[in-house]
């Protein structure tokens, strides 16, 4: 266990900064967390990250958090591989933060990892900032990807509901062979 008087040096975190910036998402025309992952990042239960937020929601008005619709979610879901909900998956829609929020938490959350690991959170949250006001041209081309996406997602669901349907129908009646059968 570290030592709970100095702080966590980058070795100490083990978490490589790609890995915190593939968990950043755009939700809403916003660079969000989703409390699941933050969770995960500060080595706590979402419930209980969830619990702090909750304790302190004159913190977080709703630019700095707010909760993902049904749609939202399930878009998420399909990216990012997540499990259904009826198999042990979550209760409630996940909250999204973003960077104000994420900054927020460090209040909220107590810990040397927790501030630790927003320090870290923060410097994604710059980094990809820059990078994407660097080259105009590529976060265009991302928001295009985006927007491809989801019609991919939409067009795949109307499809997998059209077999659902041609499924249900009763199969075809057989019909008698008309012509020559080569049997006397």
């Known amino acids: 266990m570290p030592d709970q008087s100095k702080p966590l040096n980058a070795k100490q975190l083990a978490i490589p900064a ?5 968990r950043i998402y755009v939700i809403r025309d916003q660079k969000v967390m989703i409390d699941s992952d933050l969770a995960d990042l500060y080595q706590i239960l979402t419930k209980n990250l969830n619990r ?12 700095f958090m707010f909760q993902l619709t049904a749609e939202e979610a399930g878009s998420l ?24 929020g994420v900054a927020m938490l460090s209040s909220v959350l107590n810990g040397v990892r927790a501030v630790q690991m927003n ?3 923060i410097r994604a949250f710059v980094r990809m900032r820059e990078l994407l006001a660097g080259n ?4 265009a081309r991302i928001e295009q990807d985006e927007s491809m996406q989801e019609r991919q997602e939409s ?3 109307i499809l997998a509901d059209e077999i659902e349907t041609l499924k249900r ?3 075809p009646v057989p019909r008698r062979r008309i012509g020559f059968t080569g049997t006397p």
């Open 136 to 139: 105009k041209d590529l976060a």
């Open 52 to 63: 702090a937020v909750s304790r302190n929601r004159d913190r977080f008005p709703g630019d």
């Open 77 to 100: 879901r399909f990216r990012i591989g997540a499990s259904n909900e009826g198999r042990g998956g979550r209760r409630y829609l996940p909250y999204a933060f973003p960077e104000h």
């Open 155 to 157: 067009v795949i669901a």
């Open 169 to 171: 129908l009763p199969p």
């Open 18 to 22: 790609e890995l915190i910036e593939r």
């Open 119 to 121: 320090i870290a959170i």
